[in-house]
């Protein structure tokens, strides 16, 4: 689906994107039109990134460190801004009630062809953390070695997807874990912003406040969602909200590997085309 943006004030930054919203356990991704924040906000974390020369092309930029500083509430956050000034973003995370922390999130940046590449993903966890950490360390990096990922973005990201699902399950073949995770990703190529999702986290962009959805959650009792499992021998079933076999909330995910002839890893992609030296279409 194809949406044209008029966004005039942001150049070539990532602005008004709005966030890509894990809403059940208040993970977000906020790619903001500036840093206009908190001071502690703006103190936890300001990372420049080089897109000079020296830099290879293609070479992958993973602009979140390592490990982060949790206050005593589970909240952590914080920010990074591009060398040029051009881009910038913030993030927050929260584990909830949940006794460990089961999601993730990643940001990367590189050069390819003389175009800068931005991805943001939000990795929502169920039964573990394994699936959210494996989308995390391979999902971008997997996208960035795709042939055509630069002139066939689209087919790229859904192709990876794909194949990035198959190699976890894979990785956890002798294991007893059957973890899974949601995907809700938005890639920046030039004025291009893909934005893919599986599962039921949420993308939104916010264009003069006006908040429009770039997602749809994926739920067993959604239409077409419950035909294509009934259609694959599953069963939709309310068991105090509607699950696929009784079991999972959400009709697409990573992992889940015991209902995974149901539960697949096929994104919904939406684009996003600016014309941004001209202000918009």
Not at 32 to 37: E, K, M, T
Not at 266 to 272: D, S, T, V
Request: glycine share 10%.
């Amino acid at each position: 689906m194809l949406c044209n943006a008029s966004l005039r004030s942001i150049g070539v930054r990532v602005g008004n994107i709005g966030q890509i919203r894990d809403f059940g356990r208040n993970l977000n991704l906020q790619l903001r039109n500036s840093l206009s924040l908190s001071r502690d906000f703006r103190s936890t974390l300001r990372m420049m990134v080089d897109n000079g020369s020296n830099s290879e092309p293609g070479a992958v930029v993973d602009v979140l460190p390592e490990k982060e500083k949790v206050d005593d509430g589970g909240y952590v956050n914080g920010g990074l801004k591009s060398e040029d000034g051009r881009l910038s973003c913030g993030y927050s995370s929260f584990r909830g009630k949940r006794a460990t922390m089961e999601d993730c999130y990643d940001v990367k940046m590189s050069k390819i062809d003389g175009q800068t590449v931005c991805m943001f993903g939000i990795f929502d966890g169920h039964g573990g953390s394994r699936a959210a950490e494996y989308l995390k360390e391979h999902l971008f990096e997997n996208l960035l070695k795709h042939p055509q990922f630069m002139t066939d973005t689209k087919s790229a990201i859904s192709e990876i997807y794909k194949k990035t699902d198959m190699d976890f399950l894979d990785s956890e073949r002798n294991t007893y874990r059957d973890d899974g995770s949601t995907a809700s990703t938005a890639v920046l190529v030039g004025n291009q912003l893909y934005v893919a999702n599986v599962g039921d986290s949420r993308a939104v962009i916010s264009k003069e406040g006006l908040a429009i959805p770039l997602s749809d959650d994926h739920k067993p009792n959604r239409t077409d969602e419950r035909k294509r499992i009934e259609s694959a021998g599953g069963v939709v079933m309310w068991a105090g909200t509607w699950r696929v076999g009784g079991v999972l909330a959400m009709s697409r995910a990573f992992g889940n590997r015991l209902l995974k002839q149901f539960v697949v890893a096929e994104p919904e992609i939406q684009l996003c085309s600016w014309n941004l030296d001209s202000g918009g279409k």
